[in-house]
């Protein structure tokens, strides 16, 4: 398994910990966790993601242009 595949695997189960973390602690105190701690805390893992996401685009992007410089050079 990759690394990166890793990665997504262990930010969507922190998510969803952090979820169900924040429903019991609804249901058990009746008081909701601070908002801008939620929204700071997806907004992190987003960005994590998208980042790793760009990552992937721009290394897949290079390979494809070195394979086609490669053919070019080859014909």
Known sequence: M???TKFVISAITAI???TAASF???FITGQNIDPALTGAYFAFWTVEIVSLASIKNTKSKRKKKEQKENVDYNS
């Open 2 to 4: 990759k690394t990166s």
């Open 16 to 18: 969803v910990l952090y």
């Open 24 to 26: 019991i602690a609804l």
